[in-house]
């Protein structure tokens, strides 16, 4: 074979003529995530319709967010904003009581230049509930990217570890504390200490199952989390200073890494990401190296996990991929898949972050090499139109995409998968690799199934 | 600032979007930011479109908002049109491109100049009309833009067909039903001896629109696009429209008569020839529609005076009102619609036919209106359905907005003929379904607790004596067999052995508790 293998990593970038969900949607799975969250995107009709349509059935079952839809009336700045938001966000604390209010800032919130980070604080003294701002807009962000402007905002929140010491200890003379109780216990539990003297903080939204998963995983490696950024509630919110560690366990959370780093001086972990057996190993290596723990067991448990997968491995084996772009999980994803002896033809990425994705480029590389096949091109801002030029030279077994283009590929004979459904789905972690395989064998399997009818090709 | 969960319209560019997109080689070009081209995920799932939604954005991102699109957005038309060669590209503004009020006729003009296509700036305000309003102007627009190019070009063809035929005007993408109804007028259309001319905009070309003017009549079908259009080609040709929504037994008679007045008045002027419809409408009627027969079937005699709320687009809240309360006898409680700019001809349309008219766009006002009236079914949209769900009402969706499951594969017309008996069903079993779940109600719920036994007759060791197996006969067939199994679940676990009717409604009382 006359593969040439090419062992850099070459970078492009397109027009960014892309099809992605805005950035909005990630109050779909984050109000569900914080439970005593309510969500207000400020925004038009347009944003509204997004929600509606992209959320279906969920906006039925009473969901905590709503729409502050602008009018023309606030658009020429006739209507006062503040004096607006207070009104609704009064009818929100009385109808919901939420413990936190999180503010959507849109584009026309942006190009209105409404002071949201201004307004909140004040409106925050007025009706007493905590307001946070994040401006997940379409202007700057892509889809997977709008939980990261919200986690990055949630950060300035997070109660600060000296000052909870001190209270924690003061708490002797019978002071009186303002910080919720869960907080006080928590940093009781670092000074009592646990198996790690220094605390470790994950975050990352992930379903609750799937977060304890990764804890217990750590556990085995008796290192304890010390809390989650999103917690289940707002009020359970981790405890950040300059001893804490934090970790990402999702690409897309640069905003939130940067803020930690920068201006909760915690200090960052940088590691692959905890998808596939590959990176979740990876993942907790690196935690484990950071606290100078040796690991036990670890790469008998990827084996196990691996040979648990031989099912799925034979239908992927030797087949193509074609990563179109549009939630920044495309990265450790084409790696697994590498891994799993797929071929990646090309990685699009609405945006990468080099430094924050530094180490899952790394094991890409070296797991490229391992596989021995050639590192696919990394297409940042891509153009769909020419991706589906080059699609049909190449013809690949998969092409993972959004939902535009989904059915006018499987149209023209070329198998896909959503890319949203990994949003969505479950695939942190060990127990969660099968899940991965699961959604990327489906078109495949489906089409073994429906092969021999003749009728693959179905466009005139 | 609204604080809203729900929409039942949706933006403007929307509206622009699915006419742009119902016409063959026709391109759009959205100034938008990344995101908003959600409209082509709609297109490729709920319409389950083989090809590429033929709508494409021109990003507006943070380079845009600080030095403008300049060439951003002439290049992308460029671009578009040596790619795919479309007849016409409609540049389509955005909520955020309005604010942002930066010269895009300029950009449309100055794009003309260069690509082969031709290229219009949809005529939209964002902030003022929603999607429907926005398609209708937007296929106004089109029309007249070629219409005028045509008599520029000295190529408008004026002179009429030979046969009868007709415009039907306002069949589009994501529209209710609206493929299956283009059918069923194509078919209607057929039997009466009626040649269609065009259709727009679906599977129109622009390059087509210039013989517009050839057919004898315009058929707009729906209120809420077209109308603007049809209005169009009566001023400037003297093309006149029948705008009567044939759905429904009584309203698809008065369609067919204003086309047969259309034709006569042409064969008229022409020869002496004169059209008759009437045995054509009624022969339809009794025989081949079954909805005549069925309003007078005893099935349909229970349904008098059972109270129904309507909600949904002017077009189809008013005719649905109209079948319930004239052709089926149902005493329509509310009929409402969201389409507030027009409000004037729905209330007109639907006055003599229902107790009260809520005209809104806020579905909690609806829901409330719902919860307050307690129809024994509700036909509505998608989000009436969701109430209907929550408040444990019978109900059928009959208009947009609607989820995937109405974008049926299955032939399901709500216009012409076999939409009278699509129509038909969709009450019916409605209805049917309000009874079962009433007599289910009363004599003790569906079956939710532990099974016992797994055959579905338990003649076992309990004994019915007459009394109860005389109650037991006088059950509705169809809920006997739960109502059974209730029972003797009831007595196996109280120790009864002989069953009684005090043990049967004891059975009842205990289930209810």
């Not at chain 2, 008098?304 to 189809?316: L, R």
């Not at chain 2, 307690?374 to 969701?386: V, Y």
Request: proline share 4%; with cysteine; glycine share 6%.
């Amino acid at each position: 074979m006359s593969i040439k293998i090419s062992e850099t990593l070459t970078f492009e970038c397109e027009t960014g003529n892309y099809h992605t969900f805005c950035p909005i949607s990630c109050v779909a799975w984050l109000y569900q995530k914080i439970e005593d969250s309510f969500f207000l995107v400020v925004g038009t009709k347009t944003c509204g319709y997004f929600l509606q349509n992209a959320l279906g059935v969920m906006i039925f079952a009473e969901p905590r967010y709503a729409m502050a839809e602008l009018e023309e009336g606030d658009i020429s700045a006739q209507l006062n904003d503040y004096q607006e938001l207070k009104r609704l966000c009064l009818q929100i604390k009385k109808d919901r009581n939420p413990s936190v209010i999180i503010w959507i800032g849109t584009c026309t919130t942006e190009i209105i230049k409404m002071d949201l980070e201004g307004m909140a604080p004040k409106l925050e003294n007025e009706i007493e509930i905590p307001i946070i701002v994040a401006r997940a807009n379409g202007l700057d962000y892509a889809f997977t990217q709008g939980e990261d402007t919200v986690l990055a905002a949630m950060a300035h929140r997070c109660p600060e570890q000296e000052i909870l010491i001190n209270n924690a200890r003061k708490e002797g003379d019978k002071s009186f504390s303002l910080l919720p109780i869960e907080g006080e216990r928590k940093t009781k539990q670092f000074i009592t200490g646990s198996e790690n003297r220094i605390p470790l903080v994950l975050f990352g939204s992930l379903p609750s199952t799937v977060a304890s998963q990764l804890s217990l995983e750590l556990n085995r490696q008796s290192i304890s989390v010390s809390g989650w950024l999103p917690a289940q509630r707002y009020t359970d919110l981790p405890i950040l200073g300059n001893n804490v560690y934090v970790c990402g366990v999702n690409p897309f959370l640069s905003r939130t890494a940067t803020t930690l780093m920068r201006r909760r001086k915690c200090k960052l972990i940088g590691a692959p990401f905890p998808i596939g057996p590959d990176g979740t190993r990876a993942w907790i290596e690196n935690i484990c190296s950071a606290f100078n723990i040796e690991t036990r067991g670890l790469e008998k448990r990827e084996q196990q996990v691996w040979e648990s997968l031989e099912n799925y491995l034979d239908l992927v084996r030797g087949k193509s991929v074609f990563f179109m772009g549009d939630n920044l999980l495309e990265i450790s994803l084409a790696r697994f898949l590498i891994r799993c002896g797929m071929i990646v033809y090309e990685i699009g990425i609405p945006y990468m972050d080099k430094r924050y994705q530094a180490a899952e480029l790394k094991l890409l590389q070296t797991t490229c090499k391992k596989m021995c096949i050639p590192i696919p091109r990394i297409v940042e801002k891509p153009d769909n139109y020419n991706q589906i030029q080059r699609m049909r030279e190449l013809q690949p077994d998969l092409a993972i995409t959004g939902m535009a283009h989904a059915n006018p590929l499987e149209a023209r004979g070329i198998n896909t998968k959503w890319s949203v459904e990994f949003t969505f789905a479950q695939i942190h972690g060990f127990t969660n690799a099968k899940d991965v395989l699961e959604l990327v064998t489906r078109p495949l399997r489906r089409n073994n199934n429906l092969e021999n009818l003749g009728w693959t090709d179905l466009v005139k | 600032m609204k604080l809203a969960y729900w929409m039942y319209a949706g933006p403007a560019h929307i509206g622009t979007l699915r006419v742009a997109s119902s016409f063959k080689n026709v391109h759009a070009i959205m100034h938008a930011p990344l995101g908003d081209d959600y409209f082509n995920v709609m297109r490729s799932m709920l319409e389950r479109e083989r090809d590429f939604t033929p709508v494409t954005a021109s990003i507006v991102d943070r380079h845009v908002l600080a030095r403008g699109s300049q060439e951003k957005v002439v290049d992308n038309i460029f671009r578009k049109d040596k790619q795919e060669r479309p007849n016409l590209i409609v540049l389509t503004p955005t909520c955020t491109s309005s604010i942002l009020q930066e010269d895009l006729q300029n950009f449309v003009d100055r794009a003309s100049t260069i690509s082969n296509s031709d290229v219009i700036l949809a005529d939209v305000n964002h902030y003022r009309v929603n999607e429907l309003q926005a398609a209708d102007r937007t296929l106004e627009q089109i029309v007249r833009y070629y219409l005028d190019k045509a008599r520029r070009q000295g190529t408008l063809q004026l002179s009429l067909t030979d046969k009868p035929s007709a415009n039907i005007i306002g069949i589009f993408t994501l529209g209710f039903h609206n493929q299956h109804d283009c059918r069923e007028l194509k078919r209607l259309l057929k039997d009466l001896g009626i040649a269609i001319n065009q259709v727009i905009p679906e599977g129109g070309f622009v390059e087509n629109l210039n013989q517009l003017p050839k057919a004898w009549f315009n058929l707009v079908p729906y209120r809420e696009v077209g109308l603007m259009a049809a209005k169009y080609l009566e001023k400037e040709f003297g093309m006149s429209y029948i705008s009567t929504t044939p759905m429904g037994v009584v309203d698809i008679a008065n369609c067919i008569r204003q086309m047969e007045e259309q034709i006569n008045k042409r064969f008229i002027s022409l020869s002496n020839k004169k059209l008759n419809y009437e045995p054509y409408i009624d022969e339809q009627t009794r025989f081949i529609s079954q909805a005549a027969w069925f309003s007078r079937s005893i099935d349909c005699q229970n349904l008098t005076g059972k109270k129904a709320v309507v909600f949904g687009d002017a077009t189809h809240a008013a005719s649905i009102t109209k079948i319930l309360a004239c052709e089926m006898g149902i005493r329509v409680s509310c009929a409402g619609t969201y389409c507030k700019h027009d409000e004037e001809w729905f209330k007109e349309q639907v006055q003599n036919f229902c107790d009260e008219i809520l005209v809104t766009d806020d579905h909690t006002e609806v829901g409330d209106m719902i919860a307050r009236i307690e129809p024994s079914a509700i036909f509505g949209t998608q989000m009436e359905r969701h109430i209907g769900k929550r408040l444990d009402i019978p109900r059928g969706v009959i208009s947009s907005p609607v989820h995937i499951q109405n974008f049926t594969l299955g032939y399901r017309p709500f216009l012409g003929y076999e939409g009278t008996n699509q129509v038909a069903d969709l009450v019916y079993n409605s209805f049917t379904l309000g009874m079962e779940d009433h007599l289910l109600e009363i004599f003790g719920g569906h079956d939710t607790k532990e099974v016992i036994t797994k055959s579905l007759s338990t003649n076992s060791d309990l004994t019915w004596n007459s009394e109860s197996q005389l109650e037991l006969s006088k059950i509705p067939g169809f809920v006997r067999g739960k109502i059974k199994r209730n029972t003797e679940k009831f007595a196996r676990q109280n120790g009864i052995v002989d069953i009684t009717i005090e043990t049967m409604y004891a059975a009842k009382e205990a289930l209810n508790a």
